[in-house]
């Protein structure tokens, strides 16, 4: 297996600053457009708790109260290529029926991910699923899906950083950058 350090860092992309300043102006929107100021966020695990883990706390300086979830997909083996249909690793539990849903994720890459958690979230009886990803690479996009809150689109490159892994590595570094040369 690969190993990654801060050595293969290619590309510094979005600084702690950046990062700082898109959450927040992101949470502003959010806020704008709530039919309340009520929300159930669900999280993609792994890659989305560190953006949700700020987001909420942006959300809650503009007034939104939040009930807090996660489901786990896996649709990544070792490496970087998506090998395939996502799978349902670990549900939610809270009762969704009648609630406006925040689905969260750290980066819509092919769109299977967040269409087949965006249905399922759905099919639970949530009376609106928005998502929010904060990073968007849409040439990568196989099916038609566009997220309603999106914080940097970014280039068709392999990202790591601030939740985003490679091979389990790198979430807890605080900026987002691109890896020199990951194998896949
Ligand atoms: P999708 O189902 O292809 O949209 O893949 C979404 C998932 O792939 C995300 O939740 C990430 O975990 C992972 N992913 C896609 N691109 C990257 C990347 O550049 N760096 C790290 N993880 C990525
Ligand atoms: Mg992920």
């Known amino acids: 297996m690969v190993s990654v350090n801060e050595t293969s860092v290619k590309n510094l992309l979005y600084n702690?600053?950046?990062?700082?300043?898109?959450?927040?102006e992101l949470a502003v929107e959010i806020a704008a457009g709530l039919p309340s100021g009520d929300?159930?966020?669900?999280?993609?695990?792994?890659?989305?708790?560190?953006f949700l883990a700020d987001l909420v706390r942006e959300l809650h300086r503009h007034g939104v109260s939040t009930q807090i979830d996660f489901m786990m997909l896996q649709s990544y083996g070792a490496g970087t290529v998506?090998?395939?249909?996502?799978?349902?690793?670990?549900?939610?539990?809270?009762?969704?029926?009648?609630?406006?849903v925040l689905l969260v994720d750290d980066i819509l890459d092919t769109?299977?991910?967040?269409?087949?958690?965006?249905?399922?979230?759905?099919e639970r009886g949530a009376d609106l699923c928005k998502t929010c990803v904060l990073l968007d690479k849409p040439a990568r996009r196989t099916l038609l899906f566009q997220a309603d809150y999106v914080g940097f689109e970014v280039p068709d490159v392999f990202i790591v950083g601030y939740g985003l892994d490679f091979n389990g590595r790198c979430r807890e570094w605080p900026y987002l950058a691109q890896l020199e040369s990951p194998a896949t």
């Open 39 to 50: 929300l159930v966020l669900i999280g993609i695990l792994r890659g989305s708790f560190v």
């Open 111 to 122: 769109g299977r991910t967040l269409d087949f958690a965006a249905r399922h979230i759905r």
């Open 16 to 24: 702690a600053q950046a990062i700082r300043q898109r959450v927040s």
């Open 82 to 100: 998506s090998n395939g249909d996502p799978k349902l690793i670990k549900d939610f539990t809270l009762d969704v029926s009648g609630h406006t």
